[in-house]
């Protein structure tokens, strides 16, 4: 590294210690963690880690939406150079996904302390509420707000799938914060974030240099037909919201099969009532989760969903009604953020591949108001949202000094402003 501070390496079992800390809190077999965003388990967490943070001597901010930034001075004040992820994971969550970029974030501000580095802007680390959106859709739901991109009282509004409010359950732990939403945009975002794929594993690299995130699509369908005897009901006097719902979740696997290429498509919540052997379904409710990383591709998946759908209800006269989610379009991060994150990581010696991200992160959001970019580091066998989601710890802190030296770098050097070009593709 050819500037002062090349030299300069985290503590690798620090880190390590810590995501291990906070992965025995709502911790689940297989090692992995259950902390769905504004349960006890996500406040406990909140509460370790912003305990780091103020026993780092940072300023540590808590907005409308509970969203957390660290603060550590610069030579100079104004927007600061940024880092962070989430905190909050899925039910059946592993304990890097969102961790490692926050904790590996405290890590880097941690070692230019230790070090005494002053950096010439301030330098944070953030966590953002509701990132995995699984309780409360949709998915980055807090760094949405931070950008503007959702106003505050209707995230506040937000009703999760068990019935319960945002706007109360940031009460109940404690984490609605005075600081306003929007947030300061910050000179510069990179999120380091394990790659949840296998992409870097297959080529044998060890840091992914990443250009955008795909787009996504959630919707939620509530089918209604007609509970009914399962013995008695001939076929053809059928109104069979279950069998709705399967041809549905086939479908969807179908248009991804048939399209090819980057596009997925995934049944991930199904519900039948009343969920008994020997009744037709009377009512469903199922959730979509369509992505691309093409933009016109999505939305021509998206249009041949909601055909098969209109077919269904009018050939079962069933009423299906598709409330929208979540929908993000692909973003490409900034150009020379990318380049900086790809020559960083090979001038500390490592394998990098440039590749888009098929998970959405909270980079996405940031991108929106500053230049953002994202680092993977290889998940094994690609598996995550699954306790057995695992990254060696040598890549974990390979991905982690990369970020140090990231910051350092966008704390230095000019970069381009703005957003990506327009129509640049990821
Ligand atoms: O859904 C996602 O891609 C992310 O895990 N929130
Ligand atoms: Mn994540
Ligand atoms: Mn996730």
């Given at each position: 590294m050819n500037h002062p501070h090349g030299h300069l390496r985290i503590d690798g079992d620090r880190l390590m210690r810590r995501l291990a800390e906070l992965a025995t809190i709502g911790p689940i077999d297989g090692g992995g963690s259950s902390r769905l965003a504004l349960t006890d388990e996500d406040r406990e967490g909140r509460d370790l880690v912003t305990t780091w943070m103020r026993d780092l001597g940072l300023d540590v901010r808590i907005d409308g939406i509970g969203n957390v930034v660290a603060t550590r001075p610069g030579r100079i004040d104004g927007p600061a150079v940024m880092t962070g992820s989430h905190i909050d994971t899925v039910r059946s969550g592993g304990r890097y996904d969102g961790n490692l970029g926050v904790l590996a974030g405290l890590e880097v501000i941690e070692t230019l302390i230790d070090a005494g580095v002053e950096t010439e802007h301030p330098t944070a680390v953030a966590f953002f509420t509701d990132e995995e959106g699984a309780r409360y859709p949709p998915d980055m739901l807090g760094s949405l707000v931070y950008v503007g991109g959702l106003g505050l009282e209707e995230a506040l509004d937000t009703e999760g799938i068990d019935g319960s409010v945002v706007g109360d359950e940031l009460d109940r732990i404690g984490y609605r914060g005075p600081h306003p939403c929007p947030g300061p945009a910050p000179r510069a975002f990179v999120e380091l974030?394990?790659?949840?794929?296998?992409?870097?594993?297959?080529?044998?690299?060890?840091?992914?240099?990443?250009?955008?995130?795909?787009?996504?699509?959630?919707?939620?369908?509530?089918?209604?037909?007609?509970?009914n005897h399962a013995?008695?009901?001939?076929?053809d006097l059928r109104h069979d919201a279950g069998w709705a719902a399967a041809a549905i979740a086939v479908h969807v696997r179908d248009i991804a099969t048939r399209m090819g290429g980057r596009q997925v498509a995934t049944v991930g919540r199904l519900d039948l009532q009343p969920n008994l052997v020997n009744v037709v379904a009377g009512t469903a409710a199922l959730t979509v989760d369509l992505r691309n990383t093409d933009e016109a591709l999505l939305t021509e998946a998206e249009a041949d969903l909601a055909a098969f759908v209109d077919g269904i209800a009018e050939a079962e006269g069933i009423q299906i009604e598709a409330r929208g989610l979540a929908r993000f379009e692909p973003v490409a991060f900034n150009g020379s953020v990318v380049d900086t994150v790809a020559g960083t990581a090979e001038s500390l010696g490592h394998a990098v591949s440039r590749m888009p991200s098929g998970a959405g992160h909270d980079a996405q959001m940031m991108a929106r108001v500053c230049p953002t970019g994202m680092v993977f580091v290889p998940s094994r066998d690609g598996i995550s949202h699954n306790p057995a989601e695992y990254t060696d710890p040598a890549d974990l802190v390979a991905g982690a000094n990369v970020l140090l030296h990231i910051l350092l770098a966008l704390d230095n050097d000019a970069f381009e402003e703005g957003a990506p070009e327009e129509g640049e593709t990821i």
């Open positions: 974030h394990i790659e949840q794929g296998s992409v870097l594993e297959a080529g044998g690299h060890t840091i992914g240099a990443v250009t955008g995130v795909q787009g996504i699509s959630w919707t939620e369908f509530t089918i209604t037909g007609q509970a013995g008695t009901t001939p076929m």
